[in-house]
C-alpha cells in the first residue's frame, strides 16, 4: 500500500532527513586514507543519537552495522570493519536516521584522496543521473518516468544501472511501497501523488550492470570487480514537483 503522509509526518520526516544530510556534512571531514569503516560507523552513530534520532539500519532485518559503508566494488551494504580507506578509493556512505519514528534515506559516495579519472566520470555521471530521475517528478507522473530518466542517462554515457536494487517509498517503515527502479518506461509504474515521500537512488556501474552477494548474505558486489557509484534523497512529491528531505 502507498502512503500519503500527513502534514505531521511530513514535517517529522523533514527533521529526519535533515539529520540524515547533517551526518553526511559531519562526516565528510573523516573521510581521509587512514581512517576505518568501523570508525566511519561509530562517528555517525553517536552523531545520530546526539541529534535526538537512532540510525535506522541497526540491526533492520539483522543488519549489523549503523550505517552502509561501501567501497569501490561494493556497491550496497558493505559492512563495518577494522578495514581503513586508502588513497584512490571511493566509499559510499548510505545514512539513514530514525526520529520520532519516520525516516530519512540518503546515500553518497565519495573520493578518498586522489581517485582516478575513470572513479571521477562515474561519480559525476552517477550524480547526475539521480537528478535526471528527479527532473521527472511531479504530481500526477509516473515511476517508470522516473526509471527511464535515470536509465538513459547512464547508458548514454556507457555505465551499467543495477537492475536488481531499487528506490523505495519511504515513512514510519525504512522500506516502504512503492519500488522505483532506476530503469524501466515513461508512463508506466504507480501514479506519484501529492504528499507521497520517495527515496531515488541510482547504483551505477563502472562496467556491466552484474552484481552478486557476498557470504556475508549483506554486501552486494560488482559481477566485475569494477567500481560502483550511489547517490540518493528522499524525496517530498509536491503539486509542482519535489521537496529535496535529505539536503546535503
Same mark, same amino acid.
Given at each position: ?111 578518498? $584522496? #586522489?581517485?582516478?579519472? &575513470? ?8 550524480? +547526475?543521473?539521480?537528478?535526471?530521475? /528527479? @527532473? ?34 519511504? $515513512? #514510519?517503515?525504512?522500506? &516502504? ?8 518506461? +515513461?508512463?508506466?509504474?504507480?501514479? /506519484? @501523488? ?55
Amino acid at each position: 500500500m502507498i502512503n500519503i503522509k500527513t502534514p505531521r509526518e511530513i514535517d517529522l520526516m523533514r527533521v529526519a532527513g535533515e539529520i540524515v544530510g547533517d551526518t553526511h556534512k559531519y562526516l565528510i571531514p573523516y573521510l581521509k586514507p587512514g581512517i576505518t569503516t568501523e570508525k566511519i560507523d561509530s562517528l555517525a552513530r553517536d552523531y545520530i543519537i546526539k541529534r535526538g534520532a537512532t540510525p535506522s539500519c541497526y540491526h533492520y532485518n539483522g543488519y549489523p552495522g549503523n550505517i552502509c559503508i561501501s567501497i569501490n566494488e561494493e556497491v550496497v551494504h558493505g559492512i563495518r570493519s577494522k578495514r581503513k580507506l586508502c588513497d584512490g578509493d571511493i566509499v559510499t556512505l548510505d545514512i539513514c536516521a530514525c526520529y520520532k519514528g519516520y525516516h530519512g534515506d540518503s546515500a553518497w559516495t565519495y573520493a578518498i $584522496g #586522489n581517485i582516478s579519472e &575513470e572513479k571521477k566520470y562515474l561519480l559525476e555521471h552517477t550524480e +547526475k543521473s539521480l537528478y535526471e530521475g /528527479l @527532473k521527472q517528478i511531479k504530481a500526477g507522473s509516473h515511476v517508470g518516468d522516473i526509471g527511464e530518466a535515470v536509465q538513459k542517462y547512464v547508458e548514454s554515457h556507457g555505465l551499467g544501472v543495477v537492475k536488481e536494487l531499487v528506490g523505495h517509498g519511504v $515513512g #514510519n517503515n525504512l522500506h &516502504e511501497d512503492p519500488d522505483v527502479p532506476n530503469y524501466g518506461k +515513461k508512463n508506466t509504474g504507480p501514479i /506519484l @501523488k501529492e504528499g507521497m515521500v520517495i527515496a531515488v537512488e541510482p547504483m551505477v556501474n563502472l562496467g556491466t550492470a552484474d552484481v552478486c552477494l557476498l557470504d556475508d548474505d549483506w554486501t552486494v558486489v560488482t559481477l566485475d570487480n569494477k567500481p560502483s557509484a550511489h547517490f540518493e534523497h528522499t524525496v517530498l512529491i509536491t503539486k509542482d514537483g519535489y521537496e529535496i528531505l535529505t539536503k546535503r
